[in-house]
């Protein structure tokens, strides 16, 4: 069964086939079909913007599609950057420019004030509108600096609190052990397992 991955993003995509590994299951990007372009995230939650991302993907390709949603939650903010955490900087904000905004928003915030999650949503659409959702959660801390050279996104800030050390910290492998897109994915795996059956 092939599944289109809602996103132009080769680092998502990378992860996902690392992480998504069930017998018979091939991910394509959606990049790889003329016309298609990302639909906008106007979401209010993870949930409704990774179920926007596959149901075009769906409606485009006639493929099932898989898409996910990763909202960063600072409790010192609010909850924010949550849904608009790829968009914090601004609509065409890098991965540096996002780091950067976060950590100026949190100047002078003392450790013990910069808990933070990582939330990921990750779903599966089926033509005929069939879907299964994901859910996975990764508890942790804003760090003062950038630290380490692995992942993507705001990896280099965000020490995990059960290995005191940021996700970029760690090997791609280490990584997919602990991430908030690998507990989405494991969950959404056991579910698409089971439909199989």
């Known amino acids: 069964m092939t599944f289109v991955v809602a996103s132009f993003n080769p680092d998502k995509l990378r992860e996902l086939r690392e992480l998504l590994e069930l017998p018979g299951v091939s991910l394509v990007s959606l990049s790889e079909f003329p016309g298609a372009s990302a639909p906008d ?7 409704e ?3 926007t991302k596959a149901r075009a993907a769906v409606t485009l390709t006639g493929l099932p599609a898989i898409a996910d949603d990763t909202g960063l939650e600072v409790d010192a903010l609010g909850g924010e950057p949550g849904v608009r955490s790829a968009r914090f900087a601004g609509p065409a904000a890098t991965y540096a420019d996002n780091v950067r905004r976060l950590l ?3 100047a002078g915030v003392e450790p013990a004030r910069r808990g933070a999650r990582f939330r990921t949503v990750c779903v599966a659409c089926f033509p005929g509108r069939s879907e299964l959702v994901g859910e996975g959660v990764l508890e942790g801390r ?3 600096r950038s630290r380490g050279s692995g992942g993507f996104g705001y990896d280099p800030v965000f020490e995990v609190s059960e290995l005191g050390c940021t996700l ?3 090997s791609p492998r ?3 052990e602990f991430s908030h897109r690998a507990r989405a994915v494991r969950d959404l795996a056991r579910q698409l397992a089971v439909l199989r059956h």
């Open 41 to 47: 995230e106007a979401g209010a939650t993870l949930r």
């Open 49 to 51: 913007n990774a179920l």
């Open 104 to 106: 100026e928003a949190l």
């Open 142 to 144: 804003i760090t003062e």
């Open 168 to 170: 970029a910290e760690l």
């Open 174 to 176: 280490e990584k997919n």
